[in-house]
């Protein structure tokens, strides 16, 4: 028997999350019985949907059980195998995530073949937050020739992507972050014009600057001031993919819609919301074009690593104060 560590979910938070929501928990790992396998976990992420899976409501993702170990994606390696399709080393990606391992059905682990990348990155820049970014921006988003893009969130895992794939196909970039450093970070990946947010009395007028005649593609991963600006700074006929509001996930009380959403009229404003799972067709063209774009040198990713089971929770908070550049992990084994 193997002993591992896991995180449960000891109370639902009320506004921000803190360390006393979470447990942690040593169990012993069964021998894998007959179609199993056991796996010991080399990486798991955290992401932002994790937070309202925190609180008890119906979503497109079930809410984590009370006292039970929580789940989310993990790159890990097969320790024992009992089903004939996984040997001993076999990398695998699972739902397993919050644990440093576990003995679960072979078929609820998918083989990971890493094509040469870093198995992480199947957690980030190749994974659900890359498709995000490019599913958003090309499908929902529809861009096309010529188009100014306006990405809020611009230094995360998704932003990062998407402000690299507009500039990979010829696009204008406007890449709004929190911070001196994370401005940088958006200058070294080739955003034309990028904004610390959290130094501008005028969010609207810092887009415009960088964008005189206004925005055609709005990627929203922050909701709040961010989506009143762009709407502000919106040209005929914008759209505006509708990704993610970090800002409003820890509100205790319902958040107002932007008070300039008339201006969706008068400008002809396309503006749709989107989840990554009804996009996942996209994924082999995706897996495709990044590959080239890497080749290229036109895309490469950065990550915020935590080390080890126990700073599972700072990672999680971390991601709503901005501590992460890039995907925001933490490493295992
Ligand atoms: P990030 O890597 O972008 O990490 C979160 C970042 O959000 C932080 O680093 C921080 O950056 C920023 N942030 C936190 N709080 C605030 C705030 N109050 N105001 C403004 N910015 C804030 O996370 P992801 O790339 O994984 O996710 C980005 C967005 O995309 C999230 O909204 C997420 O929910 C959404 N998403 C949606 C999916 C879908 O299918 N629709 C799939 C995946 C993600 P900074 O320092 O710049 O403030």
Aim: aromatic share 8%; proline share 6%.
């Amino acid at each position: 028997m193997t002993t591992v560590r896991e995180v449960r979910l000891k109370s639902r938070p009320v506004g921000m999350p803190k360390h006393e929501n979470f447990d942690f928990a040593t169990v012993e790992l069964r021998d894998p019985g007959p179609g199993e396998v056991q796996v010991r976990n080399l990486w798991m992420t955290v992401d932002p949907y994790m937070r309202g899976r925190m609180n008890d409501v119906k979503s497109y993702a079930p809410p984590f059980a009370l006292g039970e170990v929580m789940n989310g994606g993990a790159i890990g390696k097969v320790t024992k195998s009992n089903d004939p399709a996984f040997a001993e080393g076999d990398l695998v990606q699972s739902q397993y995530g919050w644990r440093e391992g576990f003995t679960a059905p072979g078929k609820t682990v998918q083989k990971l073949d890493p094509r040469g990348l870093p198995p992480q990155a199947f957690l980030g820049a190749a994974g659900m937050p890359g498709l995000t970014a490019y599913a958003g921006l090309l499908r929902i988003a529809a861009l096309k020739d010529g188009d100014v893009v306006f990405v809020s969130g611009a230094a995360g895992a998704v932003g990062s992507l998407v402000c690299q794939i507009a500039k990979a196909k010829g696009h204008k970039v406007i890449g709004s972050a929190g911070g001196p450093e994370k401005v940088k970070f958006l200058k070294e990946i080739g955003v034309d014009h990028a904004i610390d947010y959290k130094a501008q009395k005028d969010l609207t007028a810092a887009v415009l600057a960088g964008a005189p005649d206004g925005v055609d593609v709005y990627f929203d991963n922050v909701g709040g001031e961010h989506l009143e600006a762009a709407l502000n700074a919106a040209r005929l006929f914008a759209r505006f993919a509708i990704c993610g509001m970090i800002s409003i996930y820890n509100a205790t009380e319902p958040q107002p819609g932007p008070r300039n959403l008339a201006l969706l009229i008068g400008k002809n404003i396309r503006m749709e919301g989107f989840i990554v799972s009804h996009h996942f067709d996209l994924m082999p063209k995706f897996i495709e074009d990044l590959s080239g774009w890497v080749r290229e040198g036109k895309v490469k990713w950065q990550e915020t690593v935590f080390e080890g089971i126990d700073k599972a929770p700072d990672a999680f908070l971390g991601l709503f104060s901005g501590q992460n550049t890039g995907k925001m992990l933490v490493k295992l084994a």
